[in-house]
């Protein structure tokens, strides 16, 4: 958060409001993280979020989890306006591909004291480094390798990136959810290191490892022409 303004902002919060408008001029894009909750409890959609996500959290961590913790895509109008996305320590759970719709996104930050995510070099991932969530839309690398601590790459992670012309894989991923790569118009050639056992690269093309489904031919391969393996 800029100061000296911050102050000021995080007041417009107290009775329930969320930044927006006018507001978010004067916060230079930062976007807040903070929630209120209604007199009903959890709205639907949280409801749901709790139900279905809480099932991997401990019973401390359950307890834990409330509107306040939960970003779901119904949280804000326009995610698209956002260059920086600042995630305090009280978030627990994310919707899955949430920030697919953050067009703009130029990178991550995330309070030291979030139990749950990091950021990497603007990028988003788990606590533990073994999940990449989300790298941000317009991030400005052109070329990317994933730490070798990374097991999965989530639904829509890499999604609406602008600047990625090559993205490398490292051994150690395991799965790749849908629509990872989804929207790269720029990217030019995904590798994979040769000793992974879930996924392979040809002529710049991603694979799973057996070759019976193609994952992802780049947006701006420089093949015009091409037919599908057997």
């Not at 988003?124 to 941000?136: A, E, N, T």
């Amino acid at each position: 958060i800029k100061r000296p303004h911050s102050e000021r902002i995080m007041k417009n919060f107290d009775h329930g409001n969320l930044i927006r408008g006018d507001r978010l001029k004067e916060a230079n894009n930062y976007l807040i993280l903070l929630f209120f909750k209604s007199p009903a409890g959890l709205s639907k959609t949280q409801a749901h979020m709790h139900s279905v996500l809480a099932t991997n959290l401990n019973t401390q961590d359950k307890e834990q989890i409330d509107s306040n913790s939960i970003i779901t895509k119904s949280t804000f109008r326009n995610p698209q306006v956002f260059s920086t996305f600042l995630i305090p320590a009280n978030i627990v759970l994310i919707e899955d591909s949430f920030f697919s719709l953050c067009t703009n996104l130029i990178k991550f930050l995330v309070e030291p004291d979030n139990q749950y995510f990091t950021s990497l070099d603007g990028i988003l991932f788990s606590k533990k480094l073994d999940k990449l969530i989300c790298f941000p839309p317009k991030h400005p690398f052109s070329e990317y390798t994933i730490p070798s601590s990374v097991t999965s790459i989530r639904n829509s992670a890499f999604a609406n990136c602008c600047n990625l012309t090559s993205i490398t894989i490292p051994s150690s991923i395991t799965s790749i959810g849908d629509a990872a790569f989804s929207q790269c118009f720029q990217l030019v050639n995904i590798s994979v290191d040769p000793n992974n056992q879930y996924f392979v690269s040809i002529d710049g093309i991603l694979f799973t490892k057996t070759m019976d489904k193609l994952i992802c031919f780049p947006g701006r391969h420089s093949l015009s022409k091409y037919e599908i393996p057997d």
